[in-house]
């Protein structure tokens, strides 16, 4: 209310206090806010491709690793901007992109690599140590989507925070929301420069070399001047007024997400389902770098496909709603098929196929009620016993 009331609607002080509290909470030296977390990945890799001043890291035609089992818009943007995305199979145990199946990749193809932009999948931190020493013994960029992962944190470090830069999403259903909203970290000051000018039409403003830039034309041209390709993917004031309220409450909302992840693991044990990643909970520190966007469930045993089918049948009967596994293997829906013109087999990837074809996922929302938790995990242990 205090922003509508305000009047000052459009990309102002709000968003630039929100920068400032996600940089904090972070630990990275900037943090640029968009209006959703496929804003983030685009304009990640806009600003790797087209920066305005210094060389370029990605060219067209330049492969990078992504994960088999990924979201749409972060594949899309690595398509649309001319680069090549080369699909990894994912780890069973975490779902993010198996960096050793990775390595295969690289030493078995002839295809140069020049970057791999995993997705910290479902509130998973993949390990700092691991990402830099992949990325230092192949020389490649690192991206990272970290839209399911915000208050996670492995070594330390909160996931994705290195590597060249990291994008988030606020969506309503995620960590914090600011209804839809997203943002990208970086340590790079040239990097986010380029993020600033390209969120809003490539225009020179909100650069922190505005000044030189300005020097060069007329005082007059010099407030429409436009130093990079770019979008309109600006935040609006009120999201980010929303957004500072919502990250001051992160360590509860991840507590709370936990706290319903263990009690559904617990539920479960010795049942013909299994919570993945649930090893996560043995130790206090492997516990943090897990802050449970959704609960992936797999079954166990044989004809798991069928046996799914029952359990997700009685479960959206007790309207406990269940979806798959991100987008499931990627590599099958329609959209990628006809783009890869069935050059690669989605069952090629032998782990993003089972997990499609065995596991879903539940909500973990920090707002649910003990008693909608407690009905949660009945309903689960009454479809177990079905199957
Ligand atoms: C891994 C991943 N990347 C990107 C996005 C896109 O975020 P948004 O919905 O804010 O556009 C999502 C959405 O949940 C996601 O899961």
């Known amino acids: ?48 491709m087209r920066p305005a001043i210094s060389k370029p890291k990605l060219n067209p035609g330049d492969s990078v690793l992504v994960p088999a089992i990924a979201w749409p818009t972060t594949i899309w943007p690595l398509i649309q901007l001319g680069l090549n995305p080369l699909f990894v199979d994912v780890d069973p145990k975490t779902l993010a992109l198996d960096l050793l199946a990775a390595q295969r990749l690289i030493e078995s193809s002839r295809i140069p690599v020049k970057g791999i932009f995993p997705i910290h999948p479902l ?17 490649l960029i690192l991206i990272n989507d970290v839209c399911e992962s915000l208050g996670s944190w492995s070594e ?18 995620h960590h914090i929301t600011t209804m839809e909203g997203g943002g990208i970290a970086t340590d790079e000051d040239s990097l986010a420069d380029d993020l600033r000018s390209m969120r809003s039409h490539g225009w020179s403003r909100d650069r922190s070399d505005v000044k030189e830039w300005s020097s060069q034309v007329s005082n007059n041209d010099s407030k429409f001047l436009f130093v990079s390709t770019g979008y309109n993917v600006r935040p609006m004031e009120i999201q980010a007024a929303i957004g500072s309220l919502q990250i001051e409450e992160i360590d509860a909302f991840v507590s709370k997400r936990r706290e319903i992840a263990r009690r559904v693991s617990q539920t479960l044990n010795g049942t013909q389902l299994s919570v993945i990643g649930a090893d996560g909970f043995l130790s206090p520190e492997a516990s943090k770098s897990n802050s449970w966007m959704l609960i992936p469930i797999q079954v166990t045993g044989e004809n798991v496909q069928a046996r799914k089918k029952k359990i997700l049948e009685t479960l959206e009967g007790l309207e406990i709603e269940t979806r798959p596994v991100l ?61």
């Open 1 to 48: 209310m205090r922003v509508l009331d305000s009047g000052n609607l459009t990309m102002g002080k709000e968003v630039k206090n929100f920068e400032s509290k996600m940089s904090k909470y972070l630990g990275v030296k900037h943090f640029v806010m968009v209006n959703s977390g496929s804003s983030a990945n685009l304009l990640m890799i806009e600003a790797l």
């Open 123 to 139: 509130g998973y931190a993949i390990p700092p140590s691991k990402l830099e020493e992949f990325v230092s013994k192949n020389e």
């Open 156 to 173: 330390g470090k909160h996931a994705g925070t290195t590597g060249v830069a990291a994008s988030f999403s606020f969506y309503f259903s």
């Open 327 to 387: 987008t499931g293997n990627f590599l099958s829906q329609p959209a990628i098929q006809r783009i890869t013109r069935h050059a690669v087999d989605p069952k090629s990837f032998s782990v993003a196929t089972e997990i499609t074809e065995s596991a879903f996922l539940v909500g973990a929302h920090h707002d649910l009620t003990d008693e909608q938790i407690q009905f949660l995990c009945e309903s689960l242990l009454k479809a177990s016993s079905i199957i």
